[in-house]
Each structure stands twice: as C-alpha cells, then as structure tokens.
C-alpha cells in the first residue's frame, strides 16, 4: 500500500548492515572533509614555507663556505709545522 502524500512504498526498516554503511559512508565523507581543509591549508602556506627554505639553503651554503675556509686554514697550519720540523733552516 502506498502512501498518498510521498507516493512511497511501506517503510522498511533498515539493517544493521546497512546502518553500518551510512555510518561509514558519512565517516568518510568526513575524513574527505578533513583532508581538503587541510589541503588548503598547506597551500596557502606553501609560499611561506618555500621562502623559509629558500633562506636556510642560503644559510647552509654560507656555513658550509666558513667550514671549508677554517679547514683550509687548519690544513695549513698542519703542512707548516711540519715542514718547519722537517726542514730546521727555513725561518726565523
């Protein structure tokens, strides 16, 4: 028998099963949700993050430039005591 106002058969209980599945399907409608705000997010910080890595990358290149130079002068500093015990008369 139908109902007039909705033309719709009888109502039907839903399963378990079935119940289980919107619940699920609304979870993940969620975490979709979720995802895309979070999406968002990091894209409207994508331009702040990539200076802040544009910055350290220049940092790092400046240490490693001062790094390269005290072992070039410490090298150095090696190779003259040992030549000034090796060779006796060079210097003062």
């Given at each position: 028998?139908?109902?007039?106002?909705?033309?719709?058969?009888?109502?039907?209980?839903?399963?378990p099963a079935a119940r289980s599945t919107k619940y699920?399907?609304?979870?993940?409608?969620?975490?979709?949700?979720?995802?895309?705000?979070?999406?968002?997010?990091?894209?409207?910080?994508?331009?702040?993050?990539?200076?802040?890595?544009?910055?350290?990358?220049?940092?790092?290149?400046?240490?490693?430039?001062?790094?390269?130079?005290v072992m070039w002068v410490i090298v150095l500093a090696?190779?003259?005591?040992?030549?000034?015990?090796?060779?006796?008369?060079?210097?003062?």
């Amino acid at each position: 028998m139908r109902d007039e106002k909705t033309m719709a058969g009888p109502r039907t209980r839903r399963t378990p099963a079935a119940r289980s599945t919107k619940y699920d399907v609304d979870g993940i409608y969620s975490r979709i949700n979720d995802l895309t705000s979070r999406v968002v997010a990091l894209e409207t910080h994508q331009p702040h993050t990539e200076a802040q890595l544009t910055r350290i990358e220049k940092d790092i290149g400046g240490i490693k430039e001062m790094l390269s130079r005290v072992m070039w002068v410490i090298v150095l500093a090696v190779v003259g005591a040992l030549l000034k015990i090796v060779l006796p008369g060079i210097g003062p």
